[in-house]
């Protein structure tokens, strides 16, 4: 790893030029919440980039799928889901599993929590030679 790498964000910089509006807006929301847990470190700002793109694009295709048909028919006569209905449901997986890496999910704060009471206490010889 590079130095500084695992440097816990303290102030959360301008969003990436990558993000659209919406990207831009989610990173200012939920970016707050992570800085003021301490949880967000240097290494996973490209993370919570991705995790920004992702909950646009979810954003983005869910505010389309209201206004189109979920299935229609062909040319054939078939019924045919609607293809933006896969790029949701690939959107939200990958949303899914960057909230889960960046620890935004009940579950794996929970689990963070967990993990964080459980650690040893730093005591030098003394707490390695009383087990």
């Known amino acids: 790893m590079y130095q500084g790498e695992t440097e816990q964000v303290k102030r959360l910089p301008k969003p990436p030029a990558t993000l659209g509006a919406l990207g831009k807006l989610e990173w200012d929301r939920a970016g707050k919440f992570l800085v003021a847990r ?13 995790y920004c793109i992702q909950y646009e694009i979810l954003q ?8 189109l048909p979920l299935a ?4 054939k006569g078939a019924i045919v889901k609607n293809p933006l209905l896969t790029v949701y ?4 997986s990958a949303l899914k599993g960057l909230c889960v890496e ?3 999910t009940p579950a794996s704060r929970e689990k963070a929590l967990t993990a964080k009471n ?3 206490k730093k ?7 009383s087990k």
Not at 38 to 50: G, N, P, Q, R, V
């Open 38 to 50: 301490s949880t967000l470190t240097k290494l996973d700002l490209a993370i919570f980039e991705a």
């Open 60 to 67: 983005r295709v869910a505010t389309d799928l209201k206004e």
């Open 72 to 75: 229609y028919e062909d040319d």
């Open 89 to 92: 449901n690939q959107a939200q």
């Open 102 to 104: 960046l620890g935004m």
């Open 118 to 120: 459980q650690e040893p």
């Open 123 to 129: 005591d030098g010889m003394k707490g390695l030679l």
